[in-house]
């Protein structure tokens, strides 16, 4: 597979020996690590999940800087937890970066091909190239304090690309920016992870730059991987309350006969996907509707009764977080916010069409 | 509107901070007097030196060839010992704050020990273990024929037993205030542990390391138990400045003063010189 020919990853990706193969178990105390990951060349993987899920320990268990206590981790066929971390075709952008500070940034990126064997004046030449295709050459000789943000981001990609490695893993790499550099930072790598042959791997909590960075998502919640698939798959088919939430959608667990589904929440709900089963359902805040009556003539089969336990701006709209029969969250204007005389504690009555849920098979 | 910026001085601090001071108000009186009463203590001996040196003959005292053995070989056995300590001290100290192993405490602590032991054990020590009879001195003697008491190593060697610690505290501290991610981050981009030491965390210690050297040189240098132990008294061989002045002030008690002001200056110029490094070490 070439970088520019991808295919979507159903079932089992980078089956050949190209690529990432690997099953990562880190024990550590009560915490256990265990997820699968595989690429081929040419992929962007990302590892999406909360804060304390475990994606960092598998960043470094890639990269040797924790060992494995089980499993498996092969790059092209090599078995890469034999060897030592220095000897591993892996390069790392970490979160802070951590460029050598007193290194100019070509002497940072200058670092890995010397300590591959190659000579200095050699490994310079390189590291300008590489800073020039980052559009650095006029920072080359900053030290990494005079660095922006940004530029600092840059130059710990040139560095790690250096060596070219066959594993490229990146911790967070947006985390430490502000917003208005993380979208032009996102943009630029888009660019540079698509140009890279081999897999990379990125850790985030984001689920935009994951889904903007990566084709293909591994969701890890409590080191293991709930979840994985095409962004768009996973933005419309969320399996876990974590990524409902992130991809903004109510989403609850049920039993399907045909076209109602009775709710393990409580109530039941119509739909319009005829199935049997358990399944999950799943619509957006802005399919419901919000009454301050019991809504008589409206052709909303899926009616509950609610308050309101919380209210949050969210640009022009206001999320209205509810509790009662089905907890679930609601979008709806400031002008109909003021209209219902929406606050906490409030009784509503909300309504959702069928027509705009969406059920699928758990 | 912007006349105080002009002048570079910030106009909010300067009206702020005689107020702030004056609302501090005084020390109470039994802190003030005993913390006045201290600082004379230190001071007044060095004002007397100042105010007793015979600076019309100072000069002629300086020149004296005995005054230039001792100064000479002051400066090249602290010197060789700062560099011994560096040699061994740094590795140790990288030991200390990198690495677990069982009993590493008890180890930091026998490192620390000489930093509190009264120099004279120390010379009776080094005796025990390196003179001619000692532990290991006996095989240096018969295999190497090497006699390391009463000769000017001895005196390198005594000097660097006792400032050794001041340097790998030093060190050991700026280490474990250094992020060790810093060695991760070499690791992945093929760097082997001594490389990663050599070209990331060694530049990044410097100044820790120097302010540890100069430390460890100033001790050194005036070193007097463990050296007149170990080493003996031999002028030009084994004689340093400290046991320089103190023979003097028997006979020739100018002389000694004389000598005393040429290590208080270098000690104030160490100070000044530690400062700074210790300003950019943190």
Same mark, same amino acid.
């Given at each position: 597979?070439?970088?520019?020919?991808?295919?979507?990853?159903?079932?089992?990706?980078?089956?050949?020996?190209?690529?990432?193969?690997?099953?990562?178990?880190?024990?550590?105390?009560?915490?256990?690590?265990?997820?699968?990951?595989?690429?081929?060349?040419?992929?962007?993987?990302?590892?999406?999940?909360?804060?304390?899920?475990?994606?960092?320990?598998?960043?470094?268990?890639?990269?040797?800087?924790?060992?494995?206590?089980?499993?498996?981790?092969?790059?092209?066929?090599?078995?890469?937890?034999?060897?030592?971390?220095?000897? @591993?075709?892996?390069?790392?952008?970490?979160?802070?970066?951590?460029?050598?500070?007193?290194?100019?940034?070509?002497?940072?990126?200058?670092?890995?091909?010397?300590?591959?064997?190659?000579?200095?004046?050699?490994?310079?030449?390189?590291?300008?190239?590489?800073?020039?295709?980052?559009?650095?050459?006029?920072?080359?000789?900053?030290?990494? @304090?005079?660095?922006?943000?940004?530029?600092?981001?840059?130059?710990?990609?040139?560095?790690?690309?250096?060596?070219?490695?066959?594993?490229?893993?990146?911790?967070?790499?947006?985390?430490?920016?502000?917003?208005?550099?993380?979208?032009?930072?996102?943009?630029?790598?888009?660019?540079?992870?698509?140009?890279?042959?081999?897999?990379?791997?990125?850790?985030?909590?984001?689920?935009?730059?994951?889904?903007?960075?990566?084709?293909?998502?591994?969701?890890?919640?409590?080191?293991?991987?709930?979840?994985?698939?095409?962004?768009?798959?996973?933005?419309?088919?969320? @399996?876990?309350? #974590?990524?409902?939430?992130?991809?903004?959608?109510?989403?609850?667990?049920?039993?399907?006969?045909?076209?109602?589904?009775?709710?393990?929440?409580?109530?039941?709900?119509?739909?319009?996907?005829?199935?049997?089963?358990?399944?999950?359902?799943?619509?957006?805040?802005?399919?419901?509707?919000?009454?301050?009556?019991?809504?008589?003539?409206?052709?909303?089969?899926?009616?509950?009764?609610?308050?309101?336990?919380?209210?949050?701006?969210?640009?022009?709209?206001?999320?209205?977080?509810?509790?009662?029969?089905?907890?679930?969250?609601?979008?709806?204007?400031?002008?109909?916010?003021?209209?219902?005389?929406?606050?906490?504690?409030?009784?509503?009555?909300?309504?959702?069409?069928?027509?705009?849920?969406?059920? #699928?098979?758990? | 509107?912007?006349?105080?910026?002009?002048?570079?001085?910030?106009?909010?601090?300067?009206?702020?901070?005689?107020?702030?001071?004056?609302?501090?108000?005084?020390?109470?009186?039994?802190?003030?007097?005993?913390?006045? !009463?201290?600082?004379?203590?230190?001071?007044?001996?060095?004002?007397?030196?100042?105010?007793?040196?015979?600076?019309?003959?100072?000069?002629?005292?300086?020149?004296?060839?005995? %005054?230039?053995?001792?100064?000479?070989?002051?400066?090249?056995?602290?010197?060789?010992?700062? +560099? *011994?300590?560096? *040699?061994?001290? %740094?590795?140790?100290?990288?030991?200390?704050?990198? %690495?677990?192993?069982?009993?590493?405490?008890?180890?930091?602590?026998?490192?620390?020990?000489?930093?509190?032991?009264?120099? %004279?054990?120390?010379? *009776? !020590?080094?005796?025990?273990?390196?003179?001619?009879?000692? $532990?290991?001195?006996?095989?240096?003697?018969?295999?190497?024929?090497?006699?390391?008491?009463?000769?000017?190593?001895?005196?390198?060697?005594?000097?660097?037993?006792?400032?050794?610690?001041?340097? $790998?505290?030093?060190?050991?501290?700026?280490?474990?205030?250094?992020?060790?991610?810093?060695?991760?981050? !070499?690791?992945?981009?093929? +760097?082997?542990?001594?490389?990663?030491?050599?070209?990331?965390?060694?530049?990044?210690? !410097?100044?820790?390391?120097?302010?540890?050297?100069?430390?460890?040189?100033?001790?050194?240098?005036?070193?007097?138990?463990?050296?007149?132990?170990?080493?003996?008294?031999?002028?030009?061989?084994?004689?340093?400045?400290?046991?320089? $002045?103190?023979?003097?002030?028997?006979?020739?008690?100018?002389?000694?003063?004389?000598?005393?002001?040429?290590?208080?200056?270098?000690?104030?110029?160490?100070?000044?010189?530690?400062?700074?490094?210790?300003?950019?070490?943190?």
């Amino acid at each position: 597979m070439t970088g520019t020919l991808k295919l979507p990853h159903e079932g089992t990706p980078g089956s050949s020996a190209e690529g990432l193969d690997a099953r990562l178990v880190v024990e550590r105390g009560a915490f256990r690590l265990d997820v699968t990951l595989t690429a081929a060349p040419g992929d962007v993987v990302a590892l999406l999940g909360p804060n304390g899920a475990g994606k960092t320990t598998a960043l470094r268990a890639l990269a040797g800087l924790v060992p494995l206590t089980g499993g498996h981790l092969r790059l092209d066929g090599a078995e890469l937890d034999r060897m030592s971390p220095e000897s @591993r075709p892996v390069g790392v952008v970490f979160q802070d970066y951590l460029l050598f500070p007193h290194l100019s940034a070509l002497d940072n990126v200058a670092f890995g091909p010397r300590c591959h064997g190659v000579p200095k004046s050699q490994a310079r030449a390189q590291a300008a190239v590489w800073l020039d295709r980052m559009g650095l050459t006029e920072h080359s000789s900053a030290k990494p @304090r005079r660095l922006s943000g940004g530029q600092a981001q840059r130059v710990a990609l040139a560095r790690a690309l250096a060596t070219r490695p066959r594993l490229l893993l990146l911790d967070e790499p947006l985390a430490a920016l502000d917003a208005r550099t993380r979208l032009d930072v996102r943009a630029q790598l888009r660019h540079h992870l698509a140009d890279f042959e081999a897999v990379a791997l990125l850790v985030t909590h984001d689920p935009l730059d994951a889904m903007v960075l990566a084709d293909h998502l591994v969701v890890v919640e409590d080191g293991r991987v709930v979840q994985e698939g095409t962004p768009s798959d996973i933005a419309r088919h969320p @399996r876990t309350d #974590y990524i409902a939430h992130l991809v903004g959608l109510n989403l609850y667990r049920g039993e399907a006969e045909g076209h109602s589904v009775r709710l393990d929440a409580g109530p039941g709900i119509t739909t319009t996907e005829d199935l049997t089963g358990p399944v999950f359902v799943a619509f957006p805040p802005g399919a419901v509707t919000l009454h301050r009556d019991r809504p008589t003539g409206s052709s909303a089969r899926n009616v509950w009764r609610c308050e309101v336990a919380g209210l949050e701006t969210h640009g022009d709209q206001i999320r209205a977080d509810l509790a009662g029969e089905l907890p679930l969250a609601a979008d709806l204007t400031t002008v109909a916010a003021a209209e219902l005389d929406l606050r906490p504690g409030a009784p509503v009555w909300a309504t959702v069409k069928a027509a705009q849920t969406h059920a #699928y098979p758990a | 509107m912007t006349p105080p910026h002009l002048t570079g001085a910030p106009a909010g601090p300067r009206t702020d901070r005689p107020r702030r001071r004056r609302a501090r108000g005084g020390a109470p009186l039994p802190l003030l007097l005993p913390a006045l !009463a201290g600082l004379v203590f230190l001071v007044l001996p060095l004002v007397a030196l100042l105010i007793r040196a015979p600076w019309r003959s100072m000069p002629e005292l300086l020149t004296s060839p005995e %005054v230039w053995q001792a100064l000479q070989l002051s400066l090249v056995s602290a010197t060789a010992a700062t +560099a *011994v300590s560096l *040699v061994f001290g %740094v590795p140790l100290a990288w030991l200390l704050a990198r %690495v677990e192993f069982p009993g590493r405490g008890f180890v930091r602590a026998l490192v620390t020990l000489p930093l509190v032991l009264p120099p %004279v054990v120390g010379g *009776v !020590a080094l005796l025990l273990a390196l003179g001619r009879n000692g $532990v290991v001195g006996q095989w240096l003697d018969s295999w190497f024929g090497i006699t390391l008491p009463f000769t000017t190593t001895g005196v390198v060697v005594a000097e660097a037993f006792v400032a050794m610690p001041f340097l $790998v505290i030093s060190v050991e501290g700026t280490l474990r205030a250094a992020d060790p991610r810093y060695e991760e981050a !070499a690791t992945t981009l093929g +760097a082997s542990r001594f490389t990663a030491f050599r070209r990331v965390t060694l530049p990044l210690i !410097a100044p820790g390391i120097a302010a540890g050297a100069v430390l460890a040189w100033a001790r050194a240098l005036g070193e007097f138990g463990a050296t007149i132990t170990f080493a003996g008294n031999f002028p030009g061989r084994t004689q340093t400045m400290p046991l320089a $002045v103190y023979l003097a002030l028997q006979n020739d008690p100018d002389a000694a003063i004389a000598l005393s002001l040429v290590l208080l200056a270098v000690s104030i110029a160490v100070l000044a010189g530690l400062r700074d490094r210790w300003m950019t070490a943190s």
